[in-house]
């Protein structure tokens, strides 16, 4: 089963069980720190285990904000705004290194890996 | 005012042809996949968290961000002060603070707590999804990925796409 907060694409795609929140790309599983929107999207995605017909998708009728402004800008020419609120194109440069969130996890990894594989990057190693 | 859902699709292929892309090429599945029915209920499934928001674990390699076809194997017993997200597509922002947002551990770990699901696999796992090819997808990620989760042994898979 399949959350999806990309409508169109799921539908292409046709999991056989499917649930859908209308928020911004980066919050598929709820609104940061909300732990009561947290569940109730997780849990409406198990109960798709009771789906009768397989492509379904279930909306769960979350919505991120009392108007939908931010859709206006979703991928639209003109950059990255950040904020936590996908706007614009958000793509940054595909350079084939890793991209570490913090300088500290580079020095982790390192050390984690100094002996050899870890066997939990897989591909990666 | 309520608009309806976001369709990717037709902006991606507007955003490329103003960009001067060639049009990128979406998965579509031209059959539906049969339903698997569940062989025990909710509250005694074991699940499988599968998420492509670019998650890795302090000490493991982070993602590139050109077509990485690997992914991480996150122990589901850990902190979720240790998990971290890179993606080449989405705004971080809320991930970094809160990686439930597209890691759901601690939602999981909190319906495994109250008996609404049975329990989390051992292992949860995660990719860097946006990239490009649908065959390496099929043919790098998916059979490795697949069998690793079959040997977990857990009764359902939830995917956590970005």
């Known amino acids: 089963m399949s959350l999806t907060s990309a409508?169109?694409?799921?539908?292409?795609?046709r999991p056989p069980r499917a649930a859908y929140v209308d928020y911004p790309l980066g919050h598929t599983a709820g609104k940061p720190f909300d732990r009561e929107d947290q569940r109730a999207i997780v849990l409406g995605a198990l109960r798709?285990?009771?789906?009768?017909?397989?492509?379904?998708?279930?909306?769960?009728?979350?919505?991120?904000?009392?108007?939908?402004?931010?859709?206006d800008r979703v991928l639209r020419p003109g950059g990255a705004s950040g904020g936590g609120v996908a706007t614009?194109?958000?793509?940054?440069?595909?350079?084939?290194?890793?991209?570490?969130?913090?300088?500290?996890?580079r020095v982790a990894a390192e050390a984690r890996h100094e002996a050899g594989p870890c066997g939990e990057c897989v591909g990666a190693e | 005012m309520r608009q309806p859902p976001v369709d990717y699709l037709a902006r991606t292929r507007s955003l490329y042809d103003?960009?001067?892309?060639?049009?990128?090429?979406?998965h579509r599945s031209d059959d539906?996949?049969?339903?698997?029915?569940?062989?025990?209920?909710?509250?005694?499934?074991?699940?499988?968290?599968?998420s492509s928001g670019g998650v890795y674990r302090r000490g493991q390699l982070a993602f590139h961000h050109a077509?990485?076809?690997s992914f991480r194997v996150v122990p589901t017993d850990t902190l979720t002060a240790d998990l971290r997200a890179t993606h080449f597509a989405y705004d971080l922002?809320?991930?970094?603070?809160?990686?439930?947002?597209?890691?759901?551990?601690?939602?999981?770990?909190?319906?495994?707590?109250?008996?609404?699901?049975?329990?989390?696999?051992?292992?949860?796992?995660?990719?860097?999804?946006?990239?490009y090819s649908t065959r390496r997808v099929r043919e790098a990620?998916?059979?490795?990925?697949?069998?690793?989760i079959l040997a977990d042994h857990v009764d359902l898979a939830l995917l956590v796409p970005v």
């Open chain 1, 7 to 13: 409508w169109s694409i799921t539908a292409a795609a």
């Open chain 1, 48 to 71: 798709t285990l009771a789906a009768p017909h397989s492509g379904e998708i279930v909306d769960l009728g979350r919505t991120w904000s009392d108007d939908d402004a931010w859709k």
């Open chain 1, 88 to 105: 614009g194109d958000e793509r940054s440069e595909r350079r084939r290194e890793p991209m570490w969130q913090n300088e500290d996890d």
């Open chain 2, 18 to 26: 103003h960009l001067g892309y060639a049009p990128y090429r979406w």
């Open chain 2, 32 to 50: 539906a996949v049969a339903l698997v029915q569940p062989v025990v209920p909710l509250a005694e499934c074991t699940v499988a968290l599968v």
């Open chain 2, 67 to 69: 077509d990485d076809v």
């Open chain 2, 93 to 131: 922002t809320d991930a970094r603070r809160d990686p439930n947002v597209v890691f759901p551990i601690d939602t999981l770990r909190d319906l495994a707590a109250d008996g609404v699901i049975g329990g989390l696999g051992p292992r949860s796992y995660t990719f860097m999804g946006g990239i």
């Open chain 2, 141 to 148: 990620l998916v059979p490795p990925l697949v069998a690793q």
